[in-house]
Every structure is written in structure tokens, then in C-alpha cells.
């Protein structure tokens, strides 16, 4: 864990140095707010492709954290200010999203979208997809879809 951490930090430290090279040979120059942002937006890009590789699971800040060598405080903070929502809304949402598709183009069975989608009880998946949706699985599956 630790020679990890150091890894990311001389990784960092090189990047950095990259951009401002680049950057100076260009005769821009790159401020520390800028860089912190371009920071933010990449931890967030990070956490965004696990959380999508493991929709099906349960997953933690702690998870989160330790997959990107963060705290989960500062991740949490870092996540909300480059997208504007919090890490566990952008997980419910991201299901629900995969849950319509799912409605739409397969056929799987409500409890088989619940179970694929990490989700305790199918209770609990419709009663998420309602609050988020509107109405229940079963009654958006019976929608017409374009």
C-alpha cells in the first residue's frame, strides 16, 4: 500500500511536470486552481469506471478509497465538487439508468435486473426505481419505448 501511494505521488509530481512543460512551450501557463481541477475530474473519471465495473456488487467508500489511495472524506468532497452530486446518488442513479435499458431491451425478469444490479431485495430495487422513475418496473416494462 504504501510503495502504491508513492508510485501515485512521483506519477502525479511527473504529470504535473508533463503539463507544464507542455504548457510552457506553448507560453500558456497552468495555475495550481487549474490543476486541482484537472485533479478533481480525474479522481471522479476513476471512481466512476469502478463503481460502473462493479454495479453488481456492494460497494463502499472504503472500496472506493482504497481502490484510488484516497481518504473516503476527501474523495466524497473531491467526487461532489467535480460532479456536482454525491458519491451513493450517482450509484442509485447509475442502476436505475441500467435497469430502464434492461426494461427496454431485455428479457430479464424484474428479480434478475435486482440481483444483476446489486440490489438487496427486489422490494427495495422497485421501491428505488418508483421514487427515481415514477412508477414501478413492472409498469415501466409495459411502457411503449421508442
Not at 473516503?72 to 442509485?92: H, L, P, V
Not at 430495487?125 to 427515481?132: G, L, P, R, V
Request: charged share 25%; net charge negative.
Amino acid at each position: 500500500l504504501g510503495a502504491e501511494q508513492m508510485i501515485t505521488g512521483y506519477m502525479e509530481g511527473f504529470l504535473i511536470g508533463l503539463l507544464r512543460d507542455v504548457t510552457n512551450q506553448k507560453e500558456q501557463r497552468w495555475d495550481a486552481l487549474t490543476l486541482e481541477r484537472a485533479l478533481e475530474n480525474r479522481l471522479a473519471t476513476d471512481i466512476k469506471e469502478y463503481i460502473e465495473t462493479h454495479l453488481s456488487e456492494r460497494i463502499t467508500l472504503a472500496d472506493l478509497a482504497a481502490h484510488v489511495h484516497y481518504s473516503r472524506s476527501y474523495i466524497t468532497d473531491q467526487f461532489q465538487k467535480s460532479t456536482g452530486m454525491s458519491i451513493a446518488r450517482y450509484i442509485a442513479e447509475r442502476r436505475i439508468e441500467i435497469a430502464k435499458e434492461l426494461l427496454d431491451e431485455s428479457k430479464l425478469t424484474i428479480s434478475q435486473i435486482s440481483e444483476r444490479l446489486g440490489f438487496s431485495t427486489v422490494q427495495y430495487f422497485s421501491k428505488c426505481f418508483k421514487d427515481a422513475v415514477g412508477c414501478s418496473p413492472s409498469a415501466y416494462a409495459k411502457l411503449p419505448h421508442l
